[in-house]
């Protein structure tokens, strides 16, 4: 059995322990679930060592898995063992079950002021989130019976001082940050998703809501919004929330809208004409792509990508389109999106395309990566 600690929720929509529906990042709905099966497939049991989904599920049932890839996503998460949020008698639960583990996989977590702190833990206990609490609860018990923990660097937020700190030996990246490191030894990863699934949606030939979309929050992204997004482009994310400043009146040729959570994701991405996958620098600069191009195309749209990511990298994700798919600011984007809305032909081989080629990113290949990684 191998244990999987992430701060998220598999299902479709997001509740706290009191029932009330909270906005919080949700990506590990879109991937998590095929790291999960992909373990299942290989032989393995998976312990979900935080699971937050059950109140969802005794408010839903069956259909909080419902909007896309509904029975592979529920199976997964229904034949896994679960830990749930912060219980009573954690500890003791993580101890018992932790040292029979054949290892952890540990997504990353960070400080966040104003969420995850120690000040906001004292001071307002009432928004406060123990992600980064519970997960060094889950590798000081892992070092205690010597399983070994694979940190999954989602964000690259990992430093040399939390590897030492915490006797890191593992680490799977998106991108080449840590490739080098006489600290740890590294793998780099792709983003895991089922792609028996990728074309579970259909691609939209007119009806466009929207030329450009945007869905993805604003950390460590504001050097890039000047530059690629065109007036009109809508902006789903935290942008709105509190503590992420005042995008409105930065930048008020853009629509900002509320985060999604995965039932809402599918149309807004189906009805754009296209996406621009906006980056943090190091993330250009390392090479690391997210779970956004799989969503965009996965839900049925074009992803452009920004001229930073280079063309080794562009070429590798982009294929034969590389050319066409890579942008240089917003008005090489705008002339591309009227080229794409005049011959919806075109739109529809690029997503086809695209939903063959990124199948090198396919979850079956993830286990396989881990297990060699810790073997070695």
């Known amino acids: 059995m191998i244990g999987y600690f992430y701060w998220g929720f598999l299902g ?36 979900i060592l935080c699971d937050k989904d059950y109140v969802g599920y005794n408010k839903l049932s069956d259909n909080l898995f419902a909007s896309f890839a509904k029975d592979a996503r529920l199976n997964a998460w229904k034949k896994c063992s679960h ?34 702190d120690l000040e906001t833990k004292k001071n307002h206990p009432e928004i406060y989130q ?42 799977i990246e998106l991108g080449n940050k840590w490739a080098n490191s006489s600290l740890v030894k590294a793998a780099q990863i792709q983003i895991p998703f089922d792609f028996t699934y990728i074309d579970e949606f259909p691609i939209r030939n007119t ?11 604003r950390y460590e992204r504001d050097w890039c919004i000047d530059k690629y997004l ?44 296209a996406t621009v996958l906006l980056a943090k620098k190091e993330y250009c600069e390392m090479g690391f792509m997210t779970a956004r191009i799989q969503e965009a195309v996965f839900y049925g749209t074009v992803p452009f990508f920004i001229e930073e990511y280079g063309k080794d990298v562009i070429n590798t994700y982009a294929g034969k389109y590389a050319d066409f798919l890579t942008v240089v600011d917003k008005s090489d984007l705008n002339n591309k999106i009227i080229i794409l809305k005049q011959n919806p032909e075109l739109r529809k081989d690029i ?10 990113m396919d979850s079956k290949f993830f286990i396989n990566d881990i297990e060699e990684l810790i073997k070695n």
């Open 351 to 360: 997503i086809e395309y695209m939903r063959k080629h990124l199948r090198f």
């Open 83 to 116: 830990i749930r949020d912060h219980e009573d008698g954690w500890i003791n639960n993580i101890e018992k079950t932790v040292k029979n583990l054949d290892y952890v996989i540990v997504e990353w977590r960070w400080n966040i002021p104003g969420r995850n």
């Open 230 to 273: 065109p007036e009109g482009t809508v902006v789903h994310g935290n942008w709105l929330e509190p503590g992420h400043g005042d995008p409105e009146n930065e930048w008020p040729h853009l629509k900002f809208r509320k985060r999604l959570t995965a039932n809402e994701i599918q149309k807004p991405y189906n009805e754009a004409v």
């Open 12 to 47: 479709d929509a997001k509740f706290n322990k009191a029932g009330e529906p909270v906005s919080t990042p949700d990506g590990n709905a879109f991937y998590s679930w095929s790291i999960i099966k992909a373990a299942q497939d290989h032989g393995q049991d998976v312990l």
């Open 207 to 217: 009806g466009y809501t929207s030329d450009v979309i945007y869905i993805g929050n």
């Open 130 to 171: 123990p992600d980064q609490e519970l997960m060094a609860d889950v590798i000081n018990m892992c070092n205690k019976h010597n399983v070994p923990i694979i940190i999954f660097d989602l964000d690259y937020k990992i430093t040399e001082e939390h590897i030492k700190q915490y006797n890191i030996k593992y680490i």
